[in-house]
């Protein structure tokens, strides 16, 4: 079982810059993949990043390539989503996951999310 904490949202002008951070109980974290969705009101969660066991590959939405990085850290059990250059379509209410294939079917465990508003 894990249990996964998210902190870091809030409000934020287009432009600006936040770094979401999600916390893992347990020994088991450095055998998940884990993921950043995002779910805006009315639309549907959407896989944001996602990084691989050791950290060594990434994957990216098309909307954010360039403006995030997902991170980790397995001797923290902690996964960062830095996000730069925000715009007010960034707003949404942000999960991080953990499972065996970084799809919303396919994570096994999520947090209860954290606000990200990012106004204009």
């Known amino acids: 079982q894990v249990q996964l904490v998210e902190s870091g949202g809030g409000l934020v002008q287009a432009g600006g810059s936040l770094r979401l951070s999600c916390a893992a109980s347990g020994r088991t974290f450095s055998t998940y993949i884990m993921g950043w969705f995002r779910q805006a009101p009315g639309k549907e969660r959407e896989l944001v990043a996602s990084i691989t066991r050791g950290g060594g590959s990434t994957y990216y939405g098309d909307s954010v390539k360039g403006r995030f990085t997902i991170s980790r850290d397995n001797a923290k059990n902690t996964v960062y989503l830095q996000m730069n250059t925000l715009k007010p379509e960034d707003t949404a209410v942000y999960y991080c996951?953990?499972?065996?294939?970084?799809?919303?079917?396919?994570?096994?465990?999520w947090g209860k999310g954290t606000l990200v508003t990012v106004s204009s």
């Open positions: 996951a953990a499972g065996a294939v970084a799809t919303t079917g396919g994570m096994h465990y």
